[in-house]
């Protein structure tokens, strides 16, 4: 894929525009980079025109300057489109991705033709009693990162995928996150209830893995039932399912996106 850099702004993205079809935008998880992705970039190349994007803080979008939040994701995101001519595409979220992804929905809900939302919550009706029992959790974790990057990556792979492969690529990642990318995941609780629940103009999937936490596994069966939308539980699986198990995550998600188009 093609390494670009958004004018004016700290976010690096990567494009693969091969294929005459639909986008699909990529947003990874926390901690690691678009690389958690490499699996679908090599099933799905081809097949659709691809977009992926590190997020503020991660990966190589480290150009950051006074002013610039998470918050913003949204927007540059946008900015890429209209950049790149792209008028709506599908979005793949995994864990924090899918946060950024139902956000861009929210502001932005004429350019997306479908959701994909694994190991995540919706934004827009998350539990406050569950928020603050998450919020406890990170902070434990983070403080680990800030004792040692290295003592954090060790534990956060194991949390974060089940299999030894997937723990392996992701502490990889994880590795490389800088402390001082931190203070960017402070505005995320701006993006949480922050709009009303309204009736979804388009496809929306979500799904976890088998082992990923109770607390996880509850919140999509209960957002599923909600919503009444899609599922899957993916077995053999933990929170980032894609790298846990990709051939199954890939024929799951291309089954999901092949509905939208017909």
Known sequence: MQELYLEDSPIAYYIDDAANKDWIVFIHAAFVDR????????????KYNLLAVDILGHGNSLRARKGDTVEKMSYWIDRIFQKHGISAAHFVGVSLGSVFIQDFANKYEDKVL??????????NNFDEKKQRANSKGQMKMMMKAIISVKWFAKANK???AYTSEAQE?????????KKSSFRYLAGLQKLVNTYPQKQRRYALLIGCGEHDIPAEIEIVNEWAEREGCEKIVFGGAGHCVNMDVPQDFNAALESF??????
Request: with cysteine.
């Open 114 to 123: 479908s959701l994909s939302c694994f190991g995540g919550y919706d934004v």
């Open 169 to 177: 690529a992701f502490y990889d990642m994880n590795v490389k996150f």
């Open 257 to 262: 996106l092949q509905k939208c188009d017909s």
């Open 35 to 46: 690389r958690m992705f490499e699996k679908q970039f090599e099933y799905f190349s081809g």
């Open 158 to 160: 194991k949390i974060s």
